[in-house]
């Protein structure tokens, strides 16, 4: 066996493809997509490498074209989960030991597996089952999934050579063990790129994982795991599991060997799973790792020395992109008023300009929301705002699921800075603004900080440096992603470690050394070199 200590090939971000008129990509997503979207798929279970088929299926629709079935996924039942937990256990006695560099290995191959021949297909998918125009597929589906796979790859070797000092005397050494048991991924439907990091950075640090990703991120979970697979990922170290979230959780916390929950999901969930563990852990073998990231209610302040044109942008991107279902998604604004009329121009002209429908439309901005639950709810909101008197929308507020589930960009301005949708997560393409006085920004900022539970992204744009430090300081709790002068969307890994706390999690960072670390539990190895063989000190002569 070959020894020595290795370097892993230096991480870098993946070039995002333009998908311009005329270029190969283009042509490859568009054909992938025609492809998939006119056939239908069978996805699986898939425990201890095996493709596991229960006979319980459900539909897999385009929430643009909610009619159209592309597929259909089986649900597991309980035997289904604990033959999972019971192959992720078996398969940790190999993997555990692995050495590092042979799990590197293969998680470098599945990079550059999602940069070459699966990157059309893993577009697509989200295209399809995501309703993700080609650009928020490209930045997610591959690029940020690229990213992560190779940048956490690095980001485990800083871990490993991270050692204690030693001496003469003594050889002192850090080993960085994963968590004794298994570990437990669930998946949101917003980012292919968060699906297929959670699972995979855990599996990268040595632990087993099973893995249930979101009802409606199957397709693209799916591509996932064929990548995992073809790159090498042994059987049981990674299962995939769907169905009832309430059984298959209750069958996995129940385990005495659950040993870690890495969620990206509602801030509801996040708090009843952590209560659960909290009541199940007399039962655990270990105290269980709990990182989560969660709700966002992600704002932009404009200062009265802001340029207009760039907060309507930094308005139009970050709350419309990807019909504002990203956690870090702009929804509510606070702009001064000496500067609010010509924002507001802007505004209304960009989302007029908007065009909307298919993603496999390339000339589309937005397309359809998630699900029916989640239009619903969107369009309750909308109604509300039209009634109310304390609310005005300056543009949108139309919606249609007819054929899809079609939210139109919809500007609410509030006259009251605690409106409901000011403090409310929607999760869809809609941004509420409160107009401040111009003359009292440090006021507002404090208003900023109150008003909503939840501390994830948030963004000051200004050109007087002093309000941008204030802003800095007096916001210091209030985003874990605060961006000067720009959105508050677009993390990149390897830039902008991404997370927040308060109602948005327990700010691990995904994308840094940071969420790595929460993945493995250290043993400290002293070797002395000469053995002392008397008690006595030299105090006591």
Same mark, same amino acid.
């Given at each position: !066996?070959?020894?020595?200590?290795?370097?892993?090939?230096?991480?870098?971000?993946? *070039?995002? &493809?333009?998908?311009? *008129?005329?270029?190969?990509?283009?042509?490859?997503?568009?054909? +992938?997509? &025609?492809? !998939?979207?006119n056939s239908k798929i069978e996805i699986p279970l898939h425990i201890n490498g095996k493709d596991v088929k229960s006979g319980n299926t459900k539909t897999l629709s385009a929430p643009h074209d909610h009619q159209h079935v592309v597929g259909s996924y089986h649900l597991a039942e309980k035997s289904h989960v604990e033959d999972a937990i019971s192959t992720a256990m078996e398969a940790r006695k190999a993997w555990s030991q692995l050495h590092w560099e042979q799990r590197a290995g293969i998680f470098l191959k599945a990079a550059e597996l999602i940069a070459g021949p699966y990157r059309a297909k893993i577009n697509a998918a989200t295209m399809i089952a995501q309703s993700k125009t080609v650009h928020q597929a490209e930045i997610d589906s591959a690029c940020e999934l690229i990213d992560f796979l190779r940048f956490n790859v690095q980001? !485990?070797?800083?871990?490993?050579?991270?050692?204690?000092?030693?001496?003469?005397?003594?050889?002192?050494? #850090?080993?960085?063990?994963?968590?004794?048991?298994?570990?437990? /991924?669930?998946? *949101?439907?917003?980012?292919?790129?968060?699906?297929?990091? #959670?699972?995979?950075? !855990?599996?990268?640090?040595?632990?087993?994982?099973v893995w249930k990703p979101s009802d409606s991120q199957i397709y693209s979970a799916k591509v996932i795991m064929d990548v995992f697979d073809e790159a090498g990922v042994p059987p049981g170290v990674i299962n995939v599991v769907f169905g009832d979230p309430k059984m298959i959780t209750d069958t996995i916390l129940a385990s005495p060997d659950f040993s870690g929950l890495h969620f990206t999901g509602s801030t509801d969930v996040f708090k009843a799973l952590w209560k659960q563990i909290g009541n199940n852990i007399d039962n655990y073998k270990t105290y269980p790792r709990i990182v989560g990231e969660t709700g966002g209610k992600d704002f932009i302040v404009a200062h009265k020395t802001a340029d207009?044109?760039?907060?309507?942008?930094?308005?139009?991107?970050? /709350?419309?992109?990807?019909?504002?279902?990203?956690?870090?998604?702009?929804?509510?604004? =606070?702009?001064?008023?000496?500067?609010?009329?010509?924002?507001?121009?802007?505004?209304?002209?960009?989302?007029?300009?908007?065009?909307k429908?298919? *993603?496999?439309?390339?000339?589309?901005?937005?397309?359809?929301?998630?699900?029916? +639950?989640?239009?619903?709810?969107? +369009? &309750? =909101?909308?109604?509300?705002?039209?009634?109310?008197?304390?609310?005005?929308i300056i543009v949108g507020g139309t919606y249609d699921k007819s054929k899809g589930y079609f939210i139109d960009p919809t500007v609410i301005v509030a006259k009251d800075p605690k409106y409901t949708t000011m403090h409310t997560e929607l999760f869809g393409p809609i941004i509420t603004?409160?107009?401040?006085? @111009?003359?009292?920004?440090?006021?507002?900022?404090?208003?900023?900080?109150e008003t909503s539970p939840? @501390?994830?992204?948030?963004?000051?744009?200004?050109?007087?440096?002093?309000?941008?430090?204030?802003?800095?300081?007096?916001?210091?709790?209030?985003?874990g992603n605060f961006y000067i002068n720009d959105k508050p969307t677009g993390a990149v890994v390897g830039h902008q470690p991404f997370g927040g706390a308060r109602a948005s999690g327990t700010n691990d960072k995904a994308g840094s050394v940071l969420n790595l670390l929460r993945w493995i539990s250290p043993r400290m190895i002293k070797e002395t070199f000469v053995t002392p063989t008397d008690y006595r000190y030299p105090y006591m002569k």
């Amino acid at each position: !066996m070959g020894k020595g200590f290795f370097n892993t090939p230096i991480a870098i971000n993946e *070039p995002v &493809k333009t998908y311009a *008129p005329g270029s190969p990509e283009r042509d490859e997503v568009l054909k +992938a997509y &025609k492809d !998939m979207f006119n056939s239908k798929i069978e996805i699986p279970l898939h425990i201890n490498g095996k493709d596991v088929k229960s006979g319980n299926t459900k539909t897999l629709s385009a929430p643009h074209d909610h009619q159209h079935v592309v597929g259909s996924y089986h649900l597991a039942e309980k035997s289904h989960v604990e033959d999972a937990i019971s192959t992720a256990m078996e398969a940790r006695k190999a993997w555990s030991q692995l050495h590092w560099e042979q799990r590197a290995g293969i998680f470098l191959k599945a990079a550059e597996l999602i940069a070459g021949p699966y990157r059309a297909k893993i577009n697509a998918a989200t295209m399809i089952a995501q309703s993700k125009t080609v650009h928020q597929a490209e930045i997610d589906s591959a690029c940020e999934l690229i990213d992560f796979l190779r940048f956490n790859v690095q980001y !485990m070797t800083d871990i490993y050579h991270d050692q204690p000092e030693s001496t003469s005397e003594a050889w002192n050494r #850090l080993e960085y063990r994963p968590l004794e048991g298994f570990t437990y /991924a669930i998946t *949101p439907f917003n980012f292919t790129a968060i699906a297929g990091n #959670l699972p995979s950075c !855990m599996a990268l640090m040595g632990n087993v994982v099973v893995w249930k990703p979101s009802d409606s991120q199957i397709y693209s979970a799916k591509v996932i795991m064929d990548v995992f697979d073809e790159a090498g990922v042994p059987p049981g170290v990674i299962n995939v599991v769907f169905g009832d979230p309430k059984m298959i959780t209750d069958t996995i916390l129940a385990s005495p060997d659950f040993s870690g929950l890495h969620f990206t999901g509602s801030t509801d969930v996040f708090k009843a799973l952590w209560k659960q563990i909290g009541n199940n852990i007399d039962n655990y073998k270990t105290y269980p790792r709990i990182v989560g990231e969660t709700g966002g209610k992600d704002f932009i302040v404009a200062h009265k020395t802001a340029d207009a044109k760039q907060v309507a942008t930094a308005i139009t991107r970050g /709350a419309f992109e990807f019909q504002g279902q990203k956690c870090s998604a702009a929804s509510r604004a =606070y702009v001064p008023s000496n500067i609010w009329e010509e924002v507001k121009k802007y505004v209304v002209a960009d989302v007029k300009s908007f065009k909307k429908g298919s *993603p496999d439309n390339l000339e589309n901005y937005t397309t359809a929301v998630i699900h029916e +639950a989640s239009f619903d709810k969107l +369009a &309750k =909101y909308i109604d509300q705002a039209k009634a109310d008197a304390d609310a005005e929308i300056i543009v949108g507020g139309t919606y249609d699921k007819s054929k899809g589930y079609f939210i139109d960009p919809t500007v609410i301005v509030a006259k009251d800075p605690k409106y409901t949708t000011m403090h409310t997560e929607l999760f869809g393409p809609i941004i509420t603004i409160y107009v401040y006085d @111009a003359d009292k920004f440090s006021e507002t900022l404090k208003l900023v900080d109150e008003t909503s539970p939840y @501390a994830l992204t948030g963004a000051i744009l200004a050109k007087d440096r002093y309000a941008i430090a204030e802003a800095t300081t007096a916001l210091q709790n209030a985003a874990g992603n605060f961006y000067i002068n720009d959105k508050p969307t677009g993390a990149v890994v390897g830039h902008q470690p991404f997370g927040g706390a308060r109602a948005s999690g327990t700010n691990d960072k995904a994308g840094s050394v940071l969420n790595l670390l929460r993945w493995i539990s250290p043993r400290m190895i002293k070797e002395t070199f000469v053995t002392p063989t008397d008690y006595r000190y030299p105090y006591m002569k």
